[in-house]
């Protein structure tokens, strides 16, 4: 069990350093005026969407591994349904990307740097919380 508990994290890890990175390159894309530049950008993030996605789907496998050794307590516990609610809602921010860069590439979005700096921030305010539920377990 602590071997997937320890794989659940580097996944985890992972995935959130790809999440806190791509919004990032959403920012420059907004940004950038020069084609050369917003077309090399455009293959930064597809290339990194692809590259986080498994990391996504194993670190979500492996937390429902890990509940799956005592569901009755993880599904009865508050702090455990919160987390899951968390880890949901970064699930559709991370789908969400995927259609930003769908958008940015085509050149549909027209949103600007200012709002993709405010998006950036979203996943660190839900890391925070999961570790806090995880390690705190306040309900």
């Known amino acids: 069990m602590l071997w997937i508990k320890a794989f659940h994290v580097i996944f985890m890890v992972c995935w959130f350093a790809g999440i806190f990175y791509l ?34 789907v194993l670190t979500i496998g492996l937390g429902l591994w890990l509940a799956s050794y005592n569901w009755s307590y993880f599904f009865n ?15 559709i921010y991370h789908f969400y990307c995927g259609r930003c860069i769908e958008r940015l590439d085509s050149g549909e979005d027209q949103r600007g ?20 539920l995880v390690v705190v377990r306040p309900f």
């Open 23 to 56: 919004p990032r390159l959403f920012v420059n894309h907004a940004m950038a005026t020069d084609t050369t530049v917003r077309d090399q950008l455009a293959l930064m993030e597809r290339k990194l969407y692809r590259f986080i996605t498994p990391f996504m």
């Open 77 to 91: 516990s508050g702090w455990f349904i919160t987390k899951i609610c968390l880890v949901f809602l970064l699930v």
């Open 113 to 132: 740097h200012v709002f993709y700096r405010v998006f950036n921030e979203l996943p660190v305010l839900i890391l925070f919380a999961v570790v806090i």
